[in-house]
Structures are given as C-alpha cells and as structure tokens.
C-alpha cells in the first residue's frame, strides 16, 4: 500500500520533469544557444539534465511499481 503512494506521489514530478523536458527540447535557441523568453535564458543542453532527471524518477516510479507488487503476491 505505502510502495503504491509512493509510485503515484512520484509519477507526478516525474510527468512534470519529463513535460518540462520536452518543452525546453522544442524552444528555437540561437545560434549562441540560448533562448531568450523575457525573464528568462534558457541554454541549450539544459534539456538533457531535465531528461537524465526524469528518468531517473521513471526508475523509481518502476521500483515502486514493483516492489508494491511484490509485497501483495506475499
């Protein structure tokens, strides 16, 4: 029951990591590398960290996943 809370309580920043991810993916950056949206500079490259990030959250989400399940077949 406990591993199952904790697989949804982190899904949720795991989607919005992976979410963010993809958005800083698809911003038009020059050809310095950087994307200026008028409080912000974001810099190219940045994208994989939020990636390598999130998918290190999907990892844990799995464990959880299936530790939840292990300890409902005992």
Do not use: C
Request: aromatic share 10%; no cysteine; net charge positive.
């Amino acid at each position: 029951m406990a591993l199952g809370l904790l697989a949804v309580l982190l899904a949720v920043p795991a989607a919005l990591v992976s979410a963010w991810a993809w958005t800083k993916s698809r911003m038009p950056y020059n050809e310095e590398g950087q994307h200026f949206d008028g409080l912000v500079v974001h810099h190219a490259g940045s994208e994989y960290v939020y990636a390598a990030l999130a998918l290190v959250l999907w990892l844990l989400v799995g464990l959880a996943i299936w530790g939840a399940r292990r300890a409902q077949q005992r």
